[in-house]
């Protein structure tokens, strides 16, 4: 079984940054895509940014230019850089990945259980 910890989120002001971790952990994973959903109150969850391995990140329009989204696949974890934070990216963040805990094992989506992050104006 695959395990996303999360950490960093908090309270901050508007125009400040945060920087959220999230390592898969287990006995043996591979984790092909990383990222971050977010859902707001009375929202649906939705993407904030996605990579594969090797690939080039991708960002939902509202956080284009202010979000960076970093890997190290020798740890398994992802890395969401957050500045010029505004009130409207207030919700819970949720830590995904797709991931394979063996060579004969199909891939499978695994979901962290979120950290807060409010921002105040």
């Known amino acids: 079984q695959v395990q996303l910890v999360e950490s960093g989120g908090g309270l901050v002001q508007a125009g400040e940054s945060l920087r959220l971790s999230c390592v898969a952990s287990?006995?043996?994973?591979?984790?092909?895509?990383m990222g971050w959903h977010r859902q707001a109150p009375g929202k649906q969850r939705e993407l904030v940014a996605t990579?594969?391995?090797?690939?080039?990140?991708v960002y939902a329009d509202s956080v284009k230019g202010r979000f960076t989204l970093s890997r190290d696949n020798s740890k398994n974890a992802v890395y969401l850089e957050m500045n010029s934070l505004q009130p409207e990216d207030t919700g819970v963040y949720y830590c995904?990945?797709?991931?394979?805990?063996?060579?004969?094992?199909?891939?499978?989506?695994?979901w962290g259980q979120g950290t807060q992050v409010t921002v105040s104006s």
């Open positions: 995904h990945a797709r991931a394979r805990t063996g060579f004969a094992s199909p891939e499978q989506d695994y």
């Open positions: 287990a006995k043996w994973v591979t984790a092909n895509t």
């Open positions: 990579g594969t391995r090797n690939g080039r990140p």
